[in-house]
C-alpha cells in the first residue's frame, strides 16, 4: 500500500507564495513516482493542476501555467508544489497522487490519493 503525506497548506495573501510537498511512501526505496497534483474548491468538482513524470517532463493546467511550479526530489518520491502569484482563485483543498510507479521489477498505472491540504488565499 502506498501513503501519501501532504503539508505545506496555509493561509496568505493574494500575490503571496507556498510550498506544498507530498511524501510517498510503502514501497521500496527503488521504487520511483510519477505524481500529480488536483485540487477542490466547495461545491466545486476536482481539477487537474499540475503532474510530473519520472523523466522531468511536467504539464500544468492553464489555469496554473506559469505561476506555479511542480518537482521533485532525487528520490523522486516526493513531489513539490511551488506556487507563486497566488489569487483568491486558487483556494482549494490540494491533493496529490500518484500516477504511475516505477520499480527494479516493474512499473505500473497507480492512483493513490493523499489526504489534502487546505490553501486559502485571501484578497
Known amino acids: 500500500q502506498v501513503h501519501l503525506v501532504e503539508s505545506g497548506g496555509g493561509s496568505v495573501q493574494a500575490g503571496g507564495s507556498l510550498r506544498l510537498s507530498c511524501g510517498a511512501s510503502?514501497?521500496?526505496?527503488?521504487?520511483?513516482?510519477?505524481m500529480s497534483w488536483y485540487r477542490q474548491a466547495p461545491g466545486e468538482e476536482r481539477e487537474f493542476v499540475s503532474a510530473?513524470?519520472?523523466?522531468?517532463?511536467?504539464k500544468y493546467a492553464d489555469s496554473v501555467q506559469g505561476r506555479f511550479t511542480i518537482f521533485q526530489d532525487k528520490g523522486k518520491n516526493t513531489v513539490y508544489l511551488q506556487m507563486n502569484s497566488l489569487e483568491p482563485e486558487d483556494t482549494a483543498m490540494y491533493y496529490c497522487?500518484?500516477?504511475?510507479?516505477?520499480?527494479?521489477?516493474?512499473?505500473?498505472?497507480?492512483?493513490?490519493w493523499g489526504q489534502g491540504t487546505q490553501v486559502t488565499v485571501s484578497s
Open positions: 497522487k500518484t500516477d504511475r510507479i516505477y520499480c527494479s521489477y516493474g512499473s505500473w498505472q497507480a492512483d493513490y
Open positions: 510503502g514501497l521500496s526505496s527503488d521504487c520511483s513516482y510519477a
Open positions: 510530473i513524470d519520472r523523466d522531468g517532463s511536467t
